[in-house]
């Protein structure tokens, strides 16, 4: 169930957008090669004939004018047919016909999402994700993360993307094409996959220092386990259970971590870090950067700036080595 | 032959020649290990890309190391110990115990003592 799916445009989930693009691009990718073979055929051809018996006007004409113009009109047709099938909107008829002429089944077209359905609001900071889901209409702030989405699988589920400071862009290759993150405007993603497991995306717009290291994962799974998963979700972290998890509690309100960091259920409600309510339950650290135990937790909150130079976390000077890693702890056993 | 052999390399010190050794570890898997569980994040190790961390100690040049952070002796049955389960040696340490299972820990040992 939590197989990592490679990142890639080439590995296109079934059932998503990007399998639909991903057909796009090999008619391009195919039809460009065969062209360009065609094309150096024809002037080594040219170039090693003595007398040529062609008529130049047949070939200008055709090969200049027709064949382009025919190819070009069924290409723009065949991209405008899957566009309007990925962009999950309701389709006209002249869009039915033509997506019923390049063959592109209802199945595979993402279908608009259900009115009240589940809306994924993911603003882009440098160089994270903050991810809050809007359960009820209105509601988006009893379920925040940071860095990973969990989606049911075979549902269209709708992204809102906005941005809190530079331009970023939400790229997860094998679910859809990339939708830009621009100041003052919430663009539009809907998703879908109807294969269970973790998919990696990454900012596709460069936005600073630690571009590279700004990745998400997102977790498709069946209806039934996320819904478990948001109930949790959703809940507040719990008090800690044992005198080891009680001094890595202490500990966080000992060091600025309140600052910037919501843990809810706890006084800690800073705004500008990601929430780490259920930080133990995420698939990674530091923005897909690390991955998620007790060792990296630790050598984040020490060396930040070792791992994502630049980024607004400090490196954590205050703790005693005890304290390090029993504040590590605390932070794992919320999940 | 293998609790003969660990009786042995008790027995022996840096002093008189001792070159540590793991029966059974793998260090090119330790290699691997290391990567994976990501022990660059704190540690300089030679050898694991991205390993360039400054929480702990550098891992340079480790098969010359006489003591495990500074406590106890540098022999293959405490530090294969001592990777997996650091406070249990240095109850002070900052370095977590960290799941592992003992082959890991036996291969991160041979990988570690592969450093010259």
């Known amino acids: 169930m939590n ?13 998503s957008g990007a399998e639909l693009l991903s057909g796009l691009g090999i008619v391009l990718y195919v039809g460009a090669a065969l062209i360009f073979v065609a094309v150096i055929a024809l002037v080594l ?22 064949f382009p113009a025919v190819a070009l009109f069924l290409l723009l047709n065949y991209s405008i047919a899957v566009g309007s099938a990925v962009s999950a909107i309701e389709s ?8 019923d002429c390049f063959r592109i089944d209802s199945k595979a077209r993402i279908p608009p999402p259900a009115p009240g359905s589940l809306r994924i609001h993911v603003d882009g900071k ?9 359960v ?8 925040v993360l940071a860095n990973e989405l969990r989606v049911p699988l075979d549902e269209p589920v709708e992204l809102l993307l906005t941005t809190s400071d530079v331009i970023h862009s939400f790229w997860v290759p094998s679910l859809a094409g990339k939708v830009d993150m621009i100041p003052g405007r919430t663009n539009r993603l809907v998703i879908r996959t109807s294969e269970p497991g973790i998919y990696r995306g990454q900012c596709a717009e460069y936005c600073g220092g630690q571009h590279a290291l700004m990745a998400l994962y997102v977790i498709a799974q069946p209806r039934e386990e996320f819904e478990a998963w948001l109930t949790r979700q959703a809940q507040p972290a719990e008090a800690p259970r044992d005198d080891l998890l009680r001094s890595g509690y202490d500990a966080f309100f000992k060091g600025r971590c309140p600052e910037c960091h919501t843990v809810r259920g706890t006084p800690a409600d800073g705004a500008s870090g990601p929430d780490l309510t259920h930080v133990g339950a995420r698939h990674a650290l530091a923005a897909g950067t690390l991955r998620n135990h007790i060792g990296t937790m630790a050598g984040w909150i020490a060396g930040a700036q070792d791992i994502k130079p630049g980024n607004p976390m400090p490196d954590s000077e205050v703790y005693t080595g005890r304290e390090l890693r029993a504040l590590s702890a605390w932070l794992e056993s919320l999940e | 032959m293998l609790p003969i052999a660990a009786v042995l390399l008790l027995g ?6 001792y070159e540590p050794n793991v ?18 994040v704190c540690h300089e190790i030679p050898g694991v890309p991205g390993a360039w961390g400054h929480v702990g100690p550098p891992l340079v040049a480790y098969r010359g190391n006489v003591y495990i952070a500074g406590k106890q002796p540098n022999r293959p049955d405490v ?27 036996r291969d991160i040992a041979a990988y570690l003592y592969s450093l010259e």
Do not use: K
């Not at chain 1, 018996?53 to 004409?61: I, P, Y």
């Open chain 2, 23 to 40: 029966p059974g570890g793998n260090a090119e898997r330790g290699r691997r290990a290391i990567a994976a569980l990501e022990c660059g």
């Open chain 1, 45 to 66: 051809h040219a170039t090693f004939t003595d007398r040529l018996r062609a008529s130049t006007r047949a070939w200008v004409v055709g090969g200049g004018i027709v």
């Open chain 1, 3 to 15: 197989e990592e799916h490679l990142q890639s445009v080439l590995h296109a989930a079934p059932g």
């Open chain 1, 136 to 143: 009820r209409s209105g509601d988006t702030s009893s379920i």
């Open chain 2, 12 to 17: 022996c010190t840096h002093e008189s020649g």
């Open chain 2, 79 to 105: 530090l294969m110990r001592f990777v997996r389960d650091a406070p249990s040696l240095a109850p002070d340490t900052a370095m977590p115990a960290i799941a592992m299972s003992e082959t890991q820990a």
């Open chain 1, 126 to 134: 440098q160089w994270w994700w903050d991810v809050r889901y809007e």
């Open chain 1, 92 to 99: 006209g008829s002249a869009l039915r016909l033509l997506l």
